[in-house]
């Protein structure tokens, strides 16, 4: 991922209280989840699970391993 890209998401999770910077070694900033990152967690991942469940029943099996496979190709 680029910088340019990181840096807004890196942001907004910060201001949500999310994530906490900390110093690293020389000019790095290490990131971990805050307590609220953790709590949110368990919501999140039940969302995009629900996410992905639609999206599976609309294409099949065959269908979504397609679509993962191009969605693979993009990075």
């Given at each position: ?15 949500r209280?999310?994530?906490?910077r900390?110093p ?6 290490r ?9 949110a ?15 599976f029943?609309a ?9 993962l ?7």
């Open positions: 991922m680029e910088r340019s890209n990181l840096v807004p998401i890196v942001s907004r999770l910060t201001e209280g999310w994530i906490e900390k690293g070694d020389g000019r790095t900033i990131l971990s989840l805050s307590p609220d990152g953790i709590a967690m368990p919501p999140i991942h039940a969302a995009s699970r629900a996410g992905e469940e639609v999206i029943a294409l099949g099996d065959a269908g979504y391993a397609e679509l496979d191009r969605l693979r190709l993009i990075r």
